[in-house]
């Protein structure tokens, strides 16, 4: 598959013709963050579009502005400027609860309240789905069993949360958001914690949700490595801009990467022709 | 997938199993029917178990039964010592839903019914109560009056209660501040009118001892007027905060994953204070400040059965209501001793060997 690009400015294509209609969509967003008269300008002029079956690996330096441009994706927070549509509605037209049944937002950070259990807090992803007063329904039931199974959490389902390891932890909020069954994944930084057979297992997960459901996910990614083999579109914000989205063969270059990371790269071709980037060194 | 062959944890599967769910709150309301019985038949004029139950029986629900006891004891019973229980129950169950609120909303085990002001304002507004008849002698005929039925004690206590509470929340609102800001709002409002409470009592002569009885908690005018007022108040906050059991357990993850799981934050929080508020003023209106009911209980519950406020608020109703009408049993038996300090007595020493004796169940997991 091929990265799907739009194109900033262009009118959207009758859907007929073309591509289907973005699940999330930012056009010329921009963001600051204002404290006490002080304005730091974190997005300048964003254009994202992600639509359904589509996983978007999202790359940057620390303080790119990655996990606010997550929560606008997820319409949590409202732009400077520009505008944000989740399936082509203004996020501001969708009200919390509307959204919480399409959109699930796996945070950077997260407390566990002690004294629930897994599968007791997975279900807490039901909670814009809830239908009846003080029990679950059938269909609660099987979604949260599907997304611990999904999540490679279903051992864990009895355990105390306070017992988990951050790996495991991690599965578990996975398994949280999607028990909200949604159409829009939005996970922020997904991998870290988990060791590498769960790093690889998450991103396999994801990949086949998207495949199997149509499920649009942007992950926010550190890993190079990850992200130029594993993913199919990256997206790498610079300076309050999208300086690259595509695919990460054709994106992801040796120059871009010391441009935008301040890291030198090397590449290498695994002999299924799949180009693999390690950084090197800092020096240039 | 190597997770299929796992035998599917059905039961595991949407949080606590109903037969569970129904043994804790089965016992729960045993517990309370017995000590309603125990806390009726004891005291300075003893009625037999088998009377007390007959007469409750009779007089309640219609049952009939042969007279077996004095107008005399249908009396005491009915007319004195049934309304002092009830209302200890009433207390206790509402200051115990109120502190399981506060401490899912504040996210803070130390949180009780009172933290955010409710107490101090409560407490100012009685103290005012009992000093009109000296700060306006015109007055006193009218507040003199006012004692049968409900008093402008309870009045004022109720609007000074939940007054408080909102003008905590609008100053803590203005200055854009999260929990923290809250708290430390209350505990700022609270100092100010304590020290007001403080000037009263300094002001007060010979009414010193009445401001004094009613700070420490006081069921003695317990009657079934008062009940009556307070009892629908607390109804409909237990009614409100138990179909939002949902929304509670979420507020734990903290603000921005409730947000995402679609909870209208700002909103719910208002509306869970004002409700949890609400009854907390109710109660102390007629009762006083009653300490300990509201931090101990919903704490000890939440070790005991688990956060899910599903289970935890009727829980926490339940064994809080007969836990301060033991309370008031013992304040009684003991030649009428304040039920704050007996609740005081009791709860603090428990609570320090559950701090020292359980491993912290409120950090991160």
């Known amino acids: 598959m091929t990265a799907i690009e739009v194109p900033p400015g262009e009118t959207r294509p009758e859907p007929s013709t073309a591509l289907p209609e973005p699940v999330s969509e930012a056009r010329g967003v921009a963001f600051a963050y204002r404290r006490r008269g002080l304005v730091r300008e974190v997005l300048v002029s964003v254009d994202l579009a992600v639509r359904g079956g589509e996983l978007v690996g999202l790359l940057g330096t620390n303080g790119s502005g990655k996990t606010t441009l997550l929560r606008l994706l997820a319409a949590a927070v409202r732009p400077d400027a520009g505008e944000i549509r989740i399936f082509g509605r203004p996020a501001a037209n969708w009200s919390r609860a509307e959204l919480a049944r399409r959109v699930a937002v796996l945070p950077q950070q997260l407390e566990l309240p002690a004294g629930f259990r897994v599968s007791e807090v997975v279900a807490m992803g039901r909670l814009p789905h809830a239908s009846r007063l003080f029990s679950s329904t059938d269909e609660d039931d099987a979604a949260v069993e599907t997304a611990l199974l999904d999540a490679d959490a279903l051992d864990l389902a009895a355990r105390p949360v306070e017992e988990l390891s951050g790996g495991e932890r991690q599965r578990v909020l996975v398994a949280m958001a999607l028990a909200q069954q949604p159409a829009l994944l939005l996970l922020d930084e997904p991998t870290v914690h988990l060791d590498l057979a769960h790093q690889v297992a998450l991103i396999e997960t994801v990949d086949r949700l998207r495949q199997s459901r149509g499920i649009a996910v942007v992950a926010v990614l550190h890993d190079l490595t990850l992200a130029s083999t594993r993913v199919e579109r990256v997206a790498v914000l610079d300076e309050g801009r999208i300086v690259a989205d595509g695919a990460p063969e054709v994106v992801l270059s040796r120059d871009l990467v010391r441009r935008v990371f301040k890291v030198a790269a090397d590449e290498a071709w695994t002999s299924e022709g799949r180009r693999l980037l390690a950084p090197a060194g800092t020096r240039r | ?365």
């Open chain 2, 1 to 365: 997938m190597r997770a299929a062959a796992v035998p599917r944890p059905r039961a595991l599967v949407g949080g606590p199993s109903l037969t569970r769910s129904g043994l804790i709150l089965g016992s729960g309301v045993l517990v309370l029917l017995i000590v309603l019985i125990v806390a009726v038949a004891a005291g300075s004029y003893s009625v037999g178990i088998g009377d007390t139950t007959a007469i409750l029986g009779h007089r309640l629900l219609g049952i009939p039964a042969t007279v077996t006891w004095s107008r005399e004891a249908e009396t005491i019973i009915f007319d004195l010592r049934l309304p002092r229980v009830l209302t200890a129950m009433l207390v206790g169950g509402g200051l115990a839903m109120a502190g399981a609120t506060f401490q899912a909303l504040l996210r803070n085990p130390l949180a009780d019914p009172y933290i955010i002001g409710t107490a101090s304002g409560a407490s100012l507004g009685a103290a005012i109560a009992f000093m009109l008849p000296l700060l306006a002698p015109a007055l006193a005929i009218g507040s003199a009056t006012a004692w049968i039925g409900i008093g402008v004690v309870q009045v004022l206590a109720f609007v000074g209660g939940l007054g408080t509470v909102l003008a905590v929340y609008a100053i803590a609102r203005g200055a854009r501040g999260g929990t923290v800001t809250l708290l430390l709002t209350g505990y700022a409002v609270s100092s100010v009118l304590a020290a007001f409470v403080a000037l009263l009592m300094h002001l007060a002569g010979n009414r010193l001892g009445v401001i004094f009885g009613w700070l420490m908690g006081a069921l003695d005018g317990a009657d079934w007027g008062r009940l009556a007022m307070a009892a629908p108040l607390v109804g409909i906050s237990l009614v409100v905060l138990l179909i939002r059991w949902r929304r509670l357990n979420v507020l734990l993850l903290g603000d921005a994953q409730a947000a995402h799981l679609g909870v209208d934050v700002p909103r719910e929080r208002l509306m869970l204070t004002m409700v949890a508020s609400l009854a907390t003023s109710a109660v102390v209106a007629i009762s006083g400040t009653i300490g300990f009911v509201g931090l101990v209980v919903p704490h000890v519950l939440r070790l005991a059965i688990g956060p899910d406020h599903r289970l935890l608020l009727p829980a926490s109703l339940l064994f809080g209501a007969a836990l301060l009408a033991v309370a008031d049993l013992g304040a009684r038996l003991a030649g009428g001793v304040p039920v704050g300090v007996v609740t005081a007595l009791i709860g603090a020493p428990f609570f320090l060997w559950l701090l020292v004796r359980s491993r912290a169940v409120w950090g991160a997991a």
